[in-house]
């Protein structure tokens, strides 16, 4: 798993421990918190099944590594981020999973879908229609709005 703009590393860790099987993930992002040691440090603490499973790297997104066997996620990943986050999962033909926010209208592609809908809900529709052209097969949901009013969740698969 590869968790790319991941901050403290807290998606990946929650979905190591949702999915077991996944031997490890790397979290990238161009400046990891100092506090993300003490958040891993306490993650391990009360699940010790994630020791030597997260590796933290300070990089650009294009700087890593990413393989077809992959799962890519973002969360939160703002404008464009999330654009670039489809590029790598696409150009490596991975799986992936994002959750959209701060949807940027000069920067991201509605696909003219804007004067049907709200302009977000384009960007994002214009996102699927894009993995699907790609050949992923897409799923859309939503997560509950009580827990991020950003929560529209699309996931691709090949």
């Given at each position: 798993?590869?968790?790319?703009?991941?901050?403290?590393?807290l998606?990946?860790?929650?979905?190591?421990?949702?999915?077991?099987?996944?031997?490890?993930?790397?979290?990238v992002?161009?400046?990891?918190?100092?506090?993300?040691?003490?958040?891993?440090?306490?993650?391990?603490?009360?699940?010790?099944?994630?020791?030597?499973?997260?590796?933290?790297?300070?990089?650009?997104?294009?700087?890593?590594?990413?393989?077809?066997?992959?799962?890519?996620?973002?969360?939160?990943?703002?404008?464009?981020?999330?654009?670039?986050?489809?590029?790598?999962?696409?150009?490596?033909?991975?799986?992936?999973?994002?959750?959209?926010?701060?949807?940027?209208?000069?920067?991201?592609d509605?696909?003219?879908?804007?004067?049907?809908?709200?302009?977000?809900?384009?960007?994002?529709?214009?996102?699927?229609?894009?993995?699907?052209?790609?050949?992923?097969h897409?799923?859309?949901?939503?997560?509950?709005?009580?827990?991020?009013?950003?929560?529209?969740?699309?996931?691709?698969?090949?």
């Open positions: 798993m590869v968790e790319l703009g991941g901050g403290h590393g998606v990946a860790q929650i979905l190591l421990l949702l999915d077991d099987s996944s031997p490890g993930a790397v979290v992002d161009p400046a990891i918190p100092a506090s993300a040691a003490v958040l891993h440090a306490a993650m391990v603490a009360s699940w010790p099944r994630l020791a030597g499973r997260i590796a933290f790297r300070q990089a650009n997104l294009h700087e890593v590594d990413i393989d077809a066997p992959d799962l890519v996620v973002s969360i939160h990943a703002c404008g464009a981020l999330t654009d670039a986050v489809l590029d790598r999962a696409i150009a490596s033909r991975a799986r992936v999973a994002v959750l959209p926010c701060c949807h940027d209208a000069d920067a991201c509605s696909a003219g879908l804007d004067g049907w809908m709200d302009r977000a809900l384009a960007i994002d529709a214009a996102r699927a229609l894009r993995l699907a052209q790609a050949g992923y897409i799923r859309t949901q939503t997560i509950p709005a009580e827990i991020t009013p950003k929560n529209r969740l699309l996931l691709g698969t090949m």
